[in-house]
């Protein structure tokens, strides 16, 4: 973020300290409902917001946009603020409240309704909308919409004072029922409702709504740039309207631009239907790594680096569009190719013995912990009598192209020797394949004589007596198609084989003593990090993306 990005949200930027607008300012927010996780829509934002204000030297809040008390708890909060921290970003001293400005917003209310423009409107629900018309059809004004101001004064003071039934009576701003955008048909600006807030108690019956609290909580903090999503734009004439009927300053407020969201294929972003996969037990939590929360994706192991990386190079577009989720997955895989220790790890063990290979001997092999990064140095791995490798990498009768182990055929061993398969031992029940004898070449071994000598087909392998046992989780979509926001019911499209779990895998001891969090490439199979399900000896990884191209070993 040293230079400032190239976008159209930056060039408004440019243009206004070109005039002088705000003195110069630049000061942002990220308004985040508690209502749920976050997921990686609301990092584009993050990013965004952020980003846009330490590229320009100016200022980012964090704001709960917590108007809406029936919906928002605490733990959200908390989630909140553990995933913008962990994604790099920092609000210092700036975390608001909405509910802070609750008897500012009030005061601005009373003072909406001493000037002409807002009303207390005794219209039920169903009426406003019916009143309201539609994009065809113009509206009607209300009965109520021309009591007097005394009037408005003391029904607004008495919806407060709680002596009105929920739903019974509303505050509406005067605007214009014949406008052709439906927002400034005068819409509601509070409401009665008796529910406790999680930060106010029950100190209040009467709620703002967001269309009204937003711009005044951006002019409270001297927001310069409100951004927000492109379902907004139609709200930027109200936005506009309360802060206009409110006298503040063209120059010196905030200024709603309006940016696409971030859409992904195979993903559903929207709060509500990931609560819904959360309570109806298809997914394990909101930070189940099938998730596209942010807890979701740190506990699979996706590094905050490549979700920042990915929501740079998406870039910051004006129209609505699907990013495909490869792109994700290609962004972490960058940035892990060239920091994750390598390893070996079997992840569905085939024993193999190699049975020219001496009983009590343990070799240290040499083996190189990243070839893109050699300032990651080596380690060794013990090879012995008695191998692993992966049950997929040896074919009795191997198809066509199949480069890896088959009877009378030679495999390098990485880091270790060439071998060649002599033997098939089968279950004389079930005709299962149970083992495979091997003998090696000595002179073949990594850095020595005959090192140089080529075989098609490389391998990783594990130590039957050193290997460390592991769970390792593969996942895979959540969805069975690109677009599930298109299908009514989520169940529809539901994949029932999005998570697989492999028991007894088999890794180099080196990943012994792994902590949760810890990334490897598993070499040929992908990246991987250590769950915090593991316990003690007892290792689980979740497979974070598989390699690019999972055939061309
Ligand atoms: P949802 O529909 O998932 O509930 P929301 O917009 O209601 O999302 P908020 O908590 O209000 O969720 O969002 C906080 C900020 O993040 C807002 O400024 C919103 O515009 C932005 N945001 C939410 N979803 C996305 C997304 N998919 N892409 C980019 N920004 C997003
Ligand atoms: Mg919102
Ligand atoms: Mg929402």
Partial sequence: YSAPPTNFIQNIINEDRKRGKHGGRVH?????????????????????NFGIALANGGLCNLRYDDTNPSKEEIEYVNSIEEDVRWLGFDWEDRKFYASDYFDQLYDYAVQLIKEGKAYVCDLSPEEIREYRGTLTEPGKE???????????????????????????????????MGSPNLNLRDPVLY????????????????????????????????????????????????YDWVLDALHFEVDDRPQQIEFARLNLTYTVMSKRKLRYLVEKGYVNGWDDPRMPTISGLRRRGYTPEAIRDFCERIGVAKSNSVVDIEYLEHCVRDDLNARAPRVMAVLRPLKVVITNYH??????????????????????????????????????????????????????????????????????????????????????????????????????????????????????????????????????????????????????????????????????????CVDPDSRGEKLVFNRIVPLKDSWAK
Wanted: glycine share 6%.
């Fill in 359 to 528: 009983d009590n001997l343990v070799e240290e092999l040499e083996a190189e912990n990243n070839p893109e990064n050699p300032a990651m140095g080596s380690r060794k791995v013990p090879f012995s009598k008695v191998i692993y490798i992966e049950r997929d990498d040896f074919a009795e009768n191997p198809p066509k192209g199949f480069f890896r182990l088959s009877p009378g055929r030679e495999v390098r061993l990485k880091h270790a020797y060439i071998i060649k398969c002599d033997q098939v031992i089968k279950d004389e029940k079930t005709g299962e394949i149970v083992e495979v004898h091997c003998t090696y070449d000595p002179e073949t071994r990594s850095g020595g004589s005959a090192a140089g000598r080529k075989v098609k087909g490389t391998l990783h392998w594990v130590s039957a007596e050193h290997a460390v046992k592991a769970e390792v989780r593969v996942y895979h979509y959540l969805f069975t198609v690109e677009n599930p926001d298109e299908f009514d019911a989520v169940e529809e499209v539901l994949n029932p084989s999005s998570l697989e779990v492999l028991t007894g895998c088999l890794i180099e001891p080196t990943v012994r003593g792994a902590k949760p969090g810890d990334r490897y490439q598993f070499l040929r199979q992908g990246y991987f």
């Fill in 142 to 176: 209300s009965p109520y919409r021309n009591r007097s101001v005394e009037e408005n004064l003391d029904l607004f003071e008495r919806m407060r004072a709680g002596e009105f039934p929920d739903g019974s009576r509303v505050l509406r701003a005067k605007i214009d």
């Fill in 191 to 238: 409401r009665i409702m008796r529910v406790p807030h999680h930060r106010t108690g029950d100190k209040w019956c009467i709620y703002p709504m967001y269309d009204y609290a937003h711009p005044i909580s951006d002019a409270i903090e001297g927001i310069t740039h409100s951004i927000c999503t492109l379902e907004f734009e139609d709200h930027r004439p109200l």
């Fill in 28 to 48: 942002t927010r990220f308004p985040p409902e508690p209502n749920g996780y976050l997921h990686i829509g609301h990092a584009k934002s993050i990013c965004l």
